[in-house]
């Protein structure tokens, strides 16, 4: 009996690791073909090129600008889903998830029809003077829109797994509720929040179809480091590339960052998580 | 024992899972795929109509983008049959890099053509330099965007336009676009003021929400349409019956009635 279990046990093992490999391999593959068709030195050479440095400061700006607020509108909204229950809160959670999986396109189209100079919102601010689109401020609000939800789904998670009993004792010694928000529910659900907001960085920072729909394509002012990838592929292949690298990097340290983040669980405006026992 | 079998089963179906080996001599495929310039769109479409009356059975796909993208990706190995570039540069790329068969035919021609939205104010070429004005051009890259800038340069030089109007109506490019319909669609939602196109991208479903402003001949920049048989054509032969039926009067006359002007002595 003990025989064929154990070869049983070798073969499931096998299995799990050939498949794994098989995974690795496939997506490895890409990304180890990006890093070595440029030299290191013409890489340099070529990300020092006025055009790369200039869209790697406006993709820089912009997705930091768009985490900045998809954690100053998304915070309260992952809090209402995370401490309420109210009639529409399912509703409220696919409208602020559907971006997720929305093709960046159809957004893209949707952003125009809305804040575009024919659009529902486009025409008010017309009448203050204001255009959005082909603006650094749509580039902005294409991120902005296709990064949210990334944020909102883990702090709402991270806030819903804090212990109701922590807010109920915050309450009885008389703390308001935004105090113990600040002060207990946020601190907890820290690892989570900081987590989802790294996520919708690195989305924000790879947004390219609605862009290039809502915002055009002009170096300088809507030319992110995707759109300059996709541009430059037509024209300048090894700048291109050089670009992606570039982005691949920024990608693979934040997730990188995220894992260790983990293990500094602290909110940097409490000395000490409560609860936290170590 | 049954378990065993379902294994051996999965194990069968995975072929058909693997890419077809490519270079294998099989039977004459069904299906032709043309790769073509985005402001072919309409005409093309028209023509495989055409094509599939006189050959029965045969499916036609497209592929319209950018002839610049088009290039690239048949310069990378995709599966096109026909190639149909909105200028010659893009051609003589595929032909420098070996990939077309024989001499590239010119089929057609296009003339550059600004519009603005139905309902805009803009009514003469010397506005697209006025401050504030919102143009759009297809990107450098891209036939269409290089022609677009080619004319501006042009206008500069007739009378009634200042000397610097080129590099005033280039100072409001807001977006350097990726094809010529994503111009055309920026111009008809209404977002942009005015953008490049071809004559024939004025089609009878945008004409109404869209105007033309003219660019005078001695100005204006006539785009050459080459088109070739690649070389690793899996259909051959119904590709060069599209080609035939192109360079043929039916497949001018499409042409021309879709706003292209036809070659000559086609």
Request: hydrophobic share 55%; proline share 7%; with cysteine.
């Amino acid at each position: 009996m003990r025989g064929p279990r154990r070869l049983g046990g070798l073969l499931w093992e096998i299995g799990v690791l050939a498949a794994v490999g098989a995974l690795l391999a496939f997506l490895g593959l890409p990304l180890v073909s990006l890093l070595v068709r440029v030299p290191p030195r013409e890489l340099w050479a070529r990300l020092a090129a006025p055009a790369s440095l200039t869209a790697l400061r406006l993709s820089l700006e912009t997705s930091v600008l768009a985490t900045l607020l998809v954690v100053a509108l998304g915070l309260p909204a992952a809090y209402l889903l995370a401490t309420r229950r109210f009639p529409g809160r399912r509703l409220l959670e696919v409208v602020v998830e559907l971006p997720m999986v929305l093709p960046p396109t159809v957004a893209g189209v949707g952003l125009l029809l809305a804040f575009g100079r024919a659009g529902l919102a486009g025409r008010a601010l017309g009448v203050l003077g204001l255009s959005i689109p082909f603006t650094t401020l749509a580039v902005v609000l294409a991120q902005l829109f296709v990064a949210c939800p990334f944020f909102i789904s883990s702090a709402t998670a991270g806030l819903r797994e804090v212990d109701g009993r922590f807010a109920d004792a915050a309450a009885t010694l008389r703390a308001s509720p935004g105090y113990a928000f600040r002060h207990v529910l946020l601190p907890l659900a820290f690892p989570s929040v900081a987590a989802g907001a790294a996520m919708s960085w690195a989305r924000a920072l790879g947004e390219f179809g609605a862009t290039i729909m809502f915002a055009g394509n002009l170096p300088g002012r809507t030319q992110t480091l995707p759109l300059a990838v996709y541009i430059g592929l037509q024209t300048d292949l090894q700048s291109a590339v050089a670009l992606s690298v570039v982005l691949l990097i920024l990608s693979f340290t934040i997730l990188l960052g995220l894992r260790y983040a983990h293990r500094f669980p602290h909110a940097p405006w409490v000395a000490r998580a409560p609860g936290d026992t170590r | 024992m049954a378990r065993r079998s379902r294994w051996l089963l999965l194990l069968g179906a995975l072929p058909c899972l693997a890419p077809a080996a490519p270079g294998r001599p099989a039977a004459p495929s069904p299906t032709l795929t043309v790769y073509a310039a985005a402001s072919l769109t309409k005409a093309f479409a028209d023509l495989a109509d055409s094509l599939k009356t006189r050959e029965p059975g045969l499916v036609v796909t497209f592929n319209f983008a950018g002839s610049q993208q088009l290039a690239l990706q048949i310069e990378q190995g995709a599966p096109a049959d026909v190639f149909a570039s909105a200028d010659q540069r893009w051609m003589k790329a595929l032909s420098d890099s070996g990939l077309v068969a024989g001499t590239p035919a010119i089929f057609a021609h296009n003339r550059l053509v600004v519009i603005v939205p139905a309902a805009a104010a803009l009514a003469r070429l010397q506005d697209l330099a006025r401050p504030g004005v919102k143009l759009v051009l297809a990107a450098d890259a891209v036939p269409v965007g290089r022609y677009a800038r080619q004319a501006l340069a042009n206008l500069s030089r007739l009378a009634g336009f200042a000397p610097d109007f080129a590099r005033r109506a280039l100072a409001n490019v807001v977006s350097d676009e990726e094809n010529v319909k994503a111009v055309v669609a920026k111009v008809q939602l209404g977002e942009a003021d005015a953008g490049i196109a071809y004559v024939s991208d004025v089609t009878p479903e945008i004409a109404p929400h869209v105007k033309r402003i003219d660019i005078p001949d001695a100005a204006n920049v006539i785009a050459d349409y080459p088109v070739a048989v690649l070389r690793r054509a899996a259909n051959p032969a119904a590709a060069g019956a599209f080609v035939r039926l192109l360079l043929s009067p039916v497949g001018q006359s499409v042409l021309r009635a879709n706003g292209l002007v036809a070659a000559a002595g086609g």
